[in-house]
């Protein structure tokens, strides 16, 4: 089943992605959004000048990398066992592994080389200041991620998010939050970077063993970007990323319009699978009901009919609040 293309958008300004693209909640290929970039007039014309651009502003110092045995031909993924990563984590100085980068493009399976999500300002000081986006406010730190030819599994991010190609190219494949049933989520304590991961290989998905897959196919979305080429993925879209050459470099943008100081719904999210997962079927069915008109409101404002002297944790959550039901959690664990 081949995938829909994205939706595709040239010529796009920071009024116009916040007033029309992100309250559409769709994912949507912004072609050519950083084609004038340093880095990218760099990238396009060789490997070796898209490295050797990346290297005017490199440091000595180590940074974080994993590495993968050549017989998992670039996918970052589990054992088989799904008790461990497939790969390592260690330290590395950045220009020999950008050496390293260019000397194996011609072997026909290398190491599966990745570092990944690492501050701009830290890697490649000055980077920025050369190489930069108006779609996004100021204060929004740009992230580098740099590789061969990998595979990276279906996954999440609590953040909004705009990619961008600098160097090679990469494939996305797409797919709605509300498809999480379909997409058989690997372990939760043991992820590769943070969120859950799909098992489902959707390069070559095992339907036998994975038949909702079937499903979340259908309504896939994909698009291949070339340097200069960005990517908008809203709060918890699934995407699976494939770098298709043999020397990339990517970055990206992740911030939360969410309230600050709020807490980490995540957390609540692992309290739920201890105090209502376990629960007899009409208790949960109970619980379901309440979640849907007290947390996502699906009927309004659940406390409309209330005075706002008595509204309590019904109304708007502010600092104070916030931290008094925190303090009553506290109390409670404690007790448990």
Known sequence: ???????????IDRRTFEAEIRPAARPVVLRGIARDWPAVTAARASAEAGVGYLK????PDPVSAILG???????????????????????????????????????????A???????????????TEENATTLVASEVVPRMWLGNAIRVAT?????ENIGVV?????????????????????PLELTPAGTPVSLVDPDD?????????????????????????????PFHWWHAVRSLDAVNAFV????????????????????????????????????????????FRGNGDPAAHLPDTAKGVLGPIDAATAARIRATLRESLARS
């Open 1 to 11: 089943m081949t995938p829909a293309p994205l939706p595709e958008l040239e010529g």
């Open 166 to 186: 600098v160097m090679g190219r990469r494939r996305f494949t797409l797919f709605p939050p509300e498809q999480v049933a379909n997409l058989y989520m690997g």
């Open 113 to 127: 080389m990745a570092i990944q999500s690492v501050p701009l300002p830290e890697l490649l000081p000055g980077f």
């Open 205 to 233: 998905p095992d339907y036998p063993r994975f038949p909702r897959f079937a499903e979340a196919a259908r309504v896939a979305q994909v698009a291949t970007l070339e340097p200069g080429d960005g990517i908008y993925i």
């Open 69 to 111: 045995e050549p017989s998992i031909e670039g996918r970052f993924f589990y054992t088989p066992d799904l008790g461990a990563m497939n790969f390592v984590r260690g330290q590395t100085p950045l220009d020999p592994f950008l050496d390293r980068l260019l000397r194996d493009r011609d072997h026909a399976q290398p190491y």
């Open 56 to 59: 005017r502003f490199s440091r």
């Open 252 to 295: 990206n943008y992740w911030w939360n319009p969410a309230p600050a100081g709020l807490g980490n719904p995540y957390d609540a999210l692992l309290h739920a699978l201890v105090a209502i997962a376990p629960l007899p079927a009409d208790q949960r069915a109970a619980y379901r009901a309440v979640f849907e008109q007290l947390v």
């Open 155 to 159: 996954h999440y991010d609590l953040m």
